[in-house]
Each structure stands twice: as C-alpha cells, then as structure tokens.
C-alpha cells in the first residue's frame, strides 16, 4: 500500500502566502465537470477521481437510441450554450458527450481529472463527530470558510488493474458519483424461482449498455427476450430490441413489469411548455412538503383541488393521446405521485408503434419467477425466452453508502431506521441530511443548484 502526499494532494499549493484549500471531487459526470469548474472559479484546488477513461458519466454507457429527455435549452451550463450545428430538441446521446466535452476542454477541467482511478475507501481524520460540529451557519465564500482547523478526509484510490492503494488528503469532499450507474438493483427471488434455474442469459440494462454497437446488436438479434420493469431504461431496451428483430425471422420483446408508471410524449401541451404546469417556482409552491411554513402549509391546503384537477388533466389527456388502456399500461397511481418521486420520464417515441406491430408485448404480474425455459407470470403462464434483461434501475442508497465512512453512513437513515435522503424538488439534487466538510451531488441540472449545495450542509429534519 503506497502513501501518498503528492502535488494533486493539498499540501504544497499555496496562493499569496495562504494554503489553498484542496477538494477532492468522486465523479466526472455532468455534476462532476461543473463542480470542478466553480471551485476553480473560487481559487481553490480541486482534484477530480474517475473509474471510467472518460468524463461523462451514465452518457459514456448508454444505449444506442439514448437521447436526452429534457429540451435542449433547459439542458445546458448557463456560461456554456449547445453549439449551433446541434440543432434537435432533444439530442442524441454522443451529441450530450460532444457537449460536455467540449466544456471541460473549454474551461481547462482535464487538467485536473484522474481517469481509470476508483475510489476505494474514504476515512474521517477530523475531530470527533458529533451534533455540534454540524451547526455551522455560513455558506463556503471565497475566502474558504467554513473550514475545518485541519484536513479532515484521508481518500484512497486505487488505478484499474493497478494492486497499490494511494491515500491523500482534503479540506473538502463533494460526492457526484449520480443515481444512475455502478449498482444494479436486482429483485430477489424464492429458492429454485430465481436465475439459477434458467437455461438461458440473464443480465442488467446496465450491462447491456456497457457493450459495442455490434456486440449489443448481437446479443439481442433473432432472441425471445424478456425484459423486466416499466421504467426508462427497461422501455427504452424493448424498442431497440424491436428494431433488432423486427421482420418475418424476429421474435416480439416482452415487458414483464409490476406496475406501470407515467410517462411523457413531449415537453409541449397544446403549444405550452409542460414544465409550466409543475417545474416552476409557483408550482412548487403548490406542493405539500415536509418542515414547509404556516402560510405555505394553508396555501397549500387551499390551492390542493386546482393541483388536483391540473394533474388529473394530465393523466386523462395521456390516456387519450397514448394507447395506455388498450396495453393495459393505466399507471394505478397517480400523477403527482410519480412526479413528487422523479420517476415521470418520456417514451421513446418508437414505444406504441412497436407495440402495435406485434415487436413489444405487454404483460403485468405482480409476482414471477423464472424456469428453466423462461419466466413465469402469476397467473402459471411461462413465457419462453433465450434472454432476460433486468431493467429494474440502480441502487442509488446502498451505492453511497459503500462510500460513506462509518460515523456518516449512519446520517442515511433517521430514528426510525427509514431513509433520511430528502429530494428538494426545485433544486433538483439529492442531499445527506446532515454532513460536515461534505456535499452530495446525485444529480445536477442547473448551475444554481451547485452554488447552494456547495455550502456546509446542515438540512432540518
């Protein structure tokens, strides 16, 4: 094991006769790049840890049809507009790359990125931790604070194929390692149900996205797939799994799935950004949620039939403008629900049309398990199959805590043993409730939202 002190560290940078304060950033991705680029800003030394042999994050593994879901403009660092030969609404996946790209290049961030370097273990060397060391009142300004006396985080890395652990220290962590990657999560199942029995392949969308355009075709091309949720990942493989096979010698994809879930066609209603409705600041204002003020809490109160009737509207016009009810797919929850829980995503706009040539099957079950021929429903129905693809999303909690150092893995969960992360909707990142010298960014959409998470956070129950 190698000890490291090294000049990425923060030992030897000094700026006009001042230590300049070292952050370690775990992540490239698109929370990684502008973390890197404000703390720049800010004077400070940010040192930047990636896996991967690239920036990107999920985009740099994805599928081929992966588009991005949000219209262009509301998808783009605020110093840094989408170029004008990209002229779609909404992009293709190695159009968001060549973006994010051409901002690190732009802004200097490579320079300051560890590719092929994961991080293995992350230990707390300041003082002991404890209720009052979190009541810090100030935001991180330009002169540093608030800080601790000393360094108080030993990071450990480790190169892809390298044996050596190196340790550094920093002032400050901030965690961009996102929701969506590294962890797959996957159902479990009774003894002799699960896929132990199955004759055939069984993988996770994430799996299948780390592969070659052609290794992928061939993997999916003249196979009875089934694939496994209702959610972006698991619809987006049916439709390119359709495209592989569609014609006389292709086999439909089937989507096994417990519940159905809301989804979007576009971002426009009758010639009005969607986003009007529930992605405002008045919107927001409309919503319950918890630790809100007196006033929020009545307005709230009295506004909720106008909320009902707007989400209502948005349930029956989907239903009316999709063939919801003819595939069975009717979400039995409703709108706002899946809103308040970020899981509303778009369709792939190829979805229904496959289905309604016979590419993709629907097929709803609360409960399966597998054979040795394929999958079986609840109902006793086997669906034979060569391949089974698990698009049931990622483990977004047990992900961060693997990271977390004992005294703060505990912060995750609250007295009574439930999850404490809380989603702030009009931000739109995930946050540890309390942390010290640490900010979490699980997803970062608006450049805003990074200045006010790059504060000590201290959030109320």
């Keep these: 094991m190698a000890i490291s002190s090294a000049n990425m560290s923060m030992e030897c940078e000094t700026e006009n006769g001042f230590r300049k304060r070292s952050v370690c950033i775990i992540g490239a991705g698109m929370s990684g790049l502008v973390a890197t680029k404000y703390l720049l800003n800010l004077k400070m030394n940010p040192v930047v840890f990636e896996v991967k042999q690239g920036i990107g994050g999920v985009w740099r593994e994805t599928f081929g049809c992966t588009r991005l879901q949000t219209p262009r403009h509301e998808y783009q660092f605020t110093d840094f507009p989408w170029p004008d030969h990209i002229t779609a609404q909404h992009p293709a996946h190695y159009e968001v790359m060549d973006y994010f790209e051409s901002y690190a290049m732009h802004f200097g961030l490579l320079d300051h990125i560890h590719f092929n370097t994961k991080v293995v273990e992350i230990r707390y060397i300041g003082k002991e931790y404890c209720e009052s060391s979190l009541e810090h009142a100030g935001l991180w300004s330009k002169n540093g604070g608030p800080y601790a006396d000393s360094v108080v985080w030993d990071v450990g890395v480790q190169k892809i194929n390298g044996e050596s652990i190196e340790w550094h220290r920093f002032d400050f962590l901030v965690l961009c390692i996102g929701k969506y990657g590294d962890l797959p999560q996957i159902p479990s199942f009774p003894p002799n149900k699960g896929p132990e029995v199955f004759q055939g392949k069984v993988l996770h969308t994430m799996d299948y996205a780390r592969l070659d355009e052609k290794s992928a075709y061939e993997l999916i091309k003249g196979k009875r797939v089934v694939v496994i949720g209702y959610q972006k990942s698991a619809l987006d493989f049916a439709v390119e799994c359709a495209e592989a096979n569609r014609g006389e010698d292709g086999h439909p994809c089937t989507v096994v799935f417990r519940r159905a879930h809301w989804g979007l066609i576009s971002y426009e209603l009758y010639g009005l950004p ?103 429903l609840n109902d006793g129905t086997e669906v034979e199959a060569d391949l089974v693809v698990f698009g049931t999303g990622f483990d977004a909690e047990k992900k961060l805590k693997s990271l977390l150092p004992g005294p703060f893995a505990g912060v995750l969960e609250d007295s009574a043993g439930g999850s404490s992360i809380h989603i702030f909707l009009i931000w739109q990142f995930l946050a540890i409730r309390k942390a010290y010298q640490m900010c979490i960014l699980l997803k970062c959409v608006l450049d805003g939202c990074l200045i006010f998470c790059l504060a000590n956070l201290s959030f109320p129950v």
């Design 274 to 376: 969607i986003q009007l409705f529930y992605n405002t600041r008045f919107a927001q204002f409309l919503l319950e949620r918890p630790a809100q003020g007196f006033l929020q809490s009545v307005l709230s109160r009295l506004f909720r039939p106008l909320r009902w009737a707007i989400f209502r509207f948005f349930e029956l016009y989907l239903c009316w403008k999709l063939p919801l009810r003819k595939y069975g797919v009717v979400p039995d929850q409703s709108f706002v629900e899946e809103l308040s829980a970020c899981t509303v995503s778009t369709y792939h706009g190829d979805l229904f049309s496959r289905a309604d040539e016979g590419s993709i099957l629907f097929r709803k079950s609360p409960n399966w398990g597998f054979s040795s021929k394929g999958v079986v």
